[in-house]
Every structure is written in C-alpha cells, then in structure tokens.
C-alpha cells in the first residue's frame, strides 16, 4: 500500500499565521472606525465652519438701503457718471469716505472757503448740516461693507456753501441764485436744496436761477421742510414749479409729525427719522427732518441718471414718482402728506416706465407768464394764449360830493332821518297806546260805578 508523504510543523504553523491575518483584518478595521482604544465609540468631528464676520453697526443701522429698494438698484447702477451739487452750509473736507467723492465746489456767501468746503453757521447743527446731506446723498463707505455708504456711492458731488441766516451780508435769495447757476455751470445733473425760507413766495432772482436750470436739465430735488422747525405748509423753494420735492415719513412708513410737514406741492416721501450722517468731524450723528430725506432722493435721481443717461429731467422726475409706492395711511393717488407715495430705488432704475412731455423749464414759464408782470422772466409765445376782442364795460358812476364839514353836537340830515324820526314815532306810538289804556280803564270803572249805584 501508498503511504501520503508527511508535512513539516513549519509549513503548517505559516499556513495558519496567513490565515488569521486574512481573517482579523476587517475586524481590526472596523475597530479602528468605530471604537477608541477605551472601546468607546467616539463622536465624528463637525466640520469645519466660517465664522460670519460682524456686521458693521453704521451700516446696519442704515435701514433705508433695504427697506426702498436701494440695496437691489446698486446690482443695476450705483450712480456713476453723475453729479450733485449740494447747496447748503458747505462739505467739510479730510473726510474719509466722503473726502473722494466730493470733485468741486464754490462759496457764494462771502465768508466761506473758495472751494466751498468749510462749513458755515452759527452753530453745530447748522455748520454740520451741508456735511451730512452730502454724505446721505454719495457717501463712499470706508470699506467694502464698513462705514456710511450714500445712495448712489459713485456719484460725484459739488459743494456750494450758504451762508444761513445773518452771517453774510450777501441776501440769501441772491446766493441761492447764484449757487444754482454755478452748480448748472459747473456739470451738475441734480441739485439739491435741503432748506426752507417758511413762505411760499420767492425773489423774483430766483425765477431766472431755476428756469436756468430746467433748460439745462437739471433735476432740482427739494426738501418741504419741518413742523419741528415751524414749518406748518411748505414754503419756497418747494414753492417753486418744477422741482421734485419730497416730504418725509418714520420707520414704518407713516407720516412723520415733526420731521415733515404738508402742501400739495409734495411728490413723494423718503424716510426723515432715525437718520445717519457724517459730522465735519468724521463721526456719525444722528438726523432727521426732510433735510436729510430730500439726499437720498437726490441719490435716486442719481441712479436713474446714471441708467438712463438719455432722459430728461422731467423723465427723471416722472420715473422716481410713477414707482412711487402709495403708504397705507395716503389718502387718494396724490396725497398733501405723502405726495405720490414713498420712493422705491429699484423700480426707479429697472422698470419700465413711458416717456413723457413734461418739462420743468414749461411749467415755470407758465407760471411766470400768470404771476409775473409783463417785463419778468420768461417769454410768452404769443400763440400759446387766445385772443379776444377788447370788452367796453360802462363808466363809473360820478362820486358823491364831499360832505361839509359840521359841528358833531348837531343833528346832520342822516341822523335825523335814521335816528330821530324813527324815535320820535316809537314815542308817539307808546303814548298813543298809553292814553288808549287809560281810557279803557276809566270808562271800565265808570260802568262798575253806575251798576253799583242803581243796585
């Protein structure tokens, strides 16, 4: 018989070591997944996450960039290519995130800098007025998403500084005059004109000023002014036809009592509560008042401006008012309070909105036609007005004689018609009555005694 040929104990020992090694792998594996050397099944490390950096306080606290469709108009325009004239006390310089936005300026006061960049006023709130229109208006930012940023932060700005009250010797009409000719001279595509004089007349000067800026096209945005600051109804310039003027409104869209005022002259509303702007001094202060609503209506005007750079001003104007948003409280399509309704940026530079035939220059041509004499600005086409025959009317009857002078302790002719002879008749009739009643009662008595006699 065969005999089967005998293993050697090293061959079999190897062939045992490769198979526990084959056998304890996945089970040595799937320890190492699931168990720490305790045993214990370890937590998975979360993944790693960006911590989102902190908003800037300054421009969160600038609500209006959401709230009126300014944050969505910047994916369409930001305002280049424009620029504004900032009529006021003047744009303090060495401003970072102003300071390059500001390209020129006047004084048309007589006290200020050349380049109209000192401030004015007899006081903080004045002299720091101009410095925080601007800066609602075309304020840079000092980072890409730190610092006040403007509506329209790539417009340009012009600072043409006032001289307010009994600073200069200058009349206020006539630098308002001037410093809207020089603005127009000067490349402005907007003006605005945060200021009020709390009546609705105006220089005659100023006729010539704005209708120099209507024909060169020139939107002039202005504010209606304050009940804070006594300004019951809007006066002059937001008088004057042709300008856009804006009333203002709180947080929520309501009307504002102190920071606005009311006039049918009001085209729309921008907010005029809870306000930033930058101080002469680089800080934020607080604002509020149609002063600072009227700039970030300005800064609108702006985009539209720099999207549509073909319109006019009147197309401007009507843009900025057909997307208006009626508030909840207005009354009617064109209120006193709200005007059209509150602004809504977004739609101003991206809907689609019908040219129109308004003109500016027009209507304030009309309107010195009817209110001026004659010889005042603007000419009549003498084909715009029907003409009609001359009316004879009759002449006036001759006046009375003057009275003679007479002695007032004496009767005069009236006063003996209108006063003694109705008092004398008055007494008259009394006495007649009187006797009447004293015959009555005679007689009266007489039969009594009679009756009584013959009883």
Same mark, same amino acid.
């Given at each position: +018989?065969?005999?089967?040929?005998?293993?050697? =104990?090293?061959?079999? =020992?190897?062939?045992?070591?490769? =198979?526990?090694?084959?056998?304890? &792998?996945?089970?040595?594996?799937?320890?190492?997944?699931?168990?720490?050397?305790?045993?214990?099944?370890?937590?998975?490390?979360?993944?790693?996450?960006?911590?989102?950096?902190?908003?800037?306080?300054?421009?969160?606290?600038?609500?209006?960039?959401?709230?009126?469709?300014?944050?969505?108009?910047?994916?369409?325009?930001?305002?280049?290519?424009?620029?504004?004239?900032?009529?006021?006390?003047?744009?303090?310089?060495?401003?970072?995130?102003?300071? /390059?936005?500001?390209?020129?300026?006047?004084?048309?006061?007589?006290?200020?800098?050349?380049?109209?960049?000192?401030?004015?006023?007899?006081?903080?709130?004045?002299?720091?007025?101009?410095?925080?229109?601007?800066?609602?208006?075309?304020?840079?930012?000092?980072?890409?998403?730190?610092? +006040?940023?403007?509506?329209?932060?790539?417009?340009?700005?012009?600072?043409? !500084?006032?001289?307010?009250?009994?600073?200069?010797?200058?009349?206020?009409?006539?630098?308002?005059?001037?410093?809207?000719?020089? !603005?127009?001279?000067?490349?402005?595509?907007?003006?605005?004109?945060?200021?009020?004089?709390?009546?609705?007349?105006?220089?005659?000067?100023?006729?010539?000023?704005?209708?120099?800026?209507?024909?060169?096209?020139?939107?002039?945005?202005?504010?209606?002014?304050?009940?804070?600051?006594?300004?019951?109804?809007? @006066?002059?310039?937001?008088?004057?036809? @042709?300008? =856009?003027?804006?009333?203002?409104?709180?947080?929520?869209?309501?009307?504002?009592?102190?920071?606005?005022?009311?006039?049918?002259?009001?085209?729309?509303?921008?907010?005029?509560?809870?306000?930033?702007?930058?101080?002469?001094?680089?800080?934020?202060?607080?604002? /509020?008042?149609?002063?600072?609503?009227?700039?970030?209506?300005?800064?609108? &005007?702006?985009?539209?401006?720099?999207?549509?750079?073909?319109?006019?001003?009147?197309?401007?104007?009507?843009?900025?008012?057909?997307?208006?948003?009626?508030?909840?409280?207005?009354?009617?399509?064109?209120?006193?309070?709200? @005007?059209?309704?509150?602004?809504?940026?977004?739609?101003?530079?991206?809907?689609?909105?019908?040219?129109?035939?308004?003109?500016?220059?027009?209507?304030?041509?009309?309107?010195?036609?009817?209110?001026?004499?004659?010889?005042?600005?603007?000419?009549?086409?003498?084909?715009?007005?029907?003409?009609?025959?001359?009316?004879?009317?009759?002449?006036?009857?001759?006046?009375?004689?003057? &009275?003679?002078?007479?002695?007032?302790?004496?009767?005069?002719?009236?006063?003996?018609?209108?006063?003694?002879?109705?008092?004398?008749?008055?007494?008259?009739?009394?006495?007649?009555?009187?006797?009447?009643?004293?015959?009555?009662?005679?007689?009266?008595? !007489?039969?009594?005694?009679?009756?009584?006699?013959? !009883?």
């Amino acid at each position: +018989m065969t005999v089967a040929p005998r293993r050697s =104990l090293p061959a079999v =020992l190897a062939a045992l070591l490769v =198979l526990c090694t084959i056998l304890a &792998a996945p089970a040595a594996s799937a320890a190492t997944d699931s168990e720490d050397e305790t045993g214990r099944t370890p937590r998975p490390t979360p993944a790693a996450t960006e911590t989102p950096e902190p908003e800037d306080p300054t421009r969160a606290a600038e609500y209006w960039l959401e709230q009126y469709g300014i944050a969505d108009a910047w994916e369409t325009t930001r305002g280049e290519g424009t620029t504004i004239a900032v009529v006021d006390s003047g744009v303090a310089s060495d401003i970072e995130g102003l300071d /390059e936005a500001v390209v020129g300026g006047t004084d048309v006061s007589g006290v200020g800098s050349p380049d109209g960049r000192t401030p004015l006023g007899s006081n903080v709130h004045t002299r720091s007025h101009g410095t925080w229109v601007a800066s609602l208006a075309a304020a840079r930012g000092t980072e890409e998403d730190e610092g +006040m940023i403007g509506v329209a932060p790539e417009a340009d700005i012009l600072s043409v !500084s006032l001289g307010f009250g009994s600073i200069s010797e200058v009349s206020f009409s006539e630098q308002v005059a001037e410093a809207i000719r020089w !603005s127009v001279d000067n490349g402005a595509d907007i003006i605005n004109l945060s200021f009020t004089t709390n009546q609705t007349a105006w220089d005659e000067s100023w006729d010539d000023a704005f209708l120099y800026a209507f024909e060169h096209d020139v939107v002039v945005v202005v504010a209606a002014g304050n009940r804070g600051s006594g300004t019951e109804h809007v @006066g002059a310039p937001a008088t004057v036809p @042709g300008v =856009l003027v804006v009333g203002g409104v709180d947080r929520r869209g309501f009307a504002s009592y102190e920071a606005s005022t009311q006039g049918i002259t009001i085209d729309v509303s921008a907010p005029s509560e809870d306000l930033l702007g930058i101080s002469p001094a680089g800080t934020i202060d607080p604002v /509020e008042g149609t002063s600072g609503a009227a700039p970030l209506v300005a800064g609108i &005007a702006a985009l539209v401006r720099s999207e549509f750079p073909d319109l006019g001003a009147g197309d401007v104007i009507n843009r900025i008012v057909q997307t208006a948003v009626p508030s909840p409280r207005q009354d009617g399509e064109h209120d006193p309070i709200y @005007g059209y309704g509150l602004v809504d940026a977004e739609q101003a530079v991206t809907a689609g909105i019908p040219r129109v035939d308004d003109d500016p220059a027009a209507e304030l041509r009309d309107w010195i036609r009817i209110n001026r004499s004659a010889d005042s600005a603007g000419e009549v086409d003498p084909g715009s007005t029907p003409t009609q025959e001359p009316v004879e009317l009759p002449a006036l009857p001759p006046p009375d004689p003057p &009275a003679e002078a007479g002695s007032p302790l004496l009767p005069s002719a009236d006063s003996l018609r209108e006063v003694t002879l109705p008092l004398v008749a008055a007494t008259a009739a009394g006495i007649l009555v009187l006797l009447g009643v004293v015959v009555v009662t005679r007689r009266i008595r !007489s039969l009594r005694a009679n009756r009584d006699s013959g !009883s």
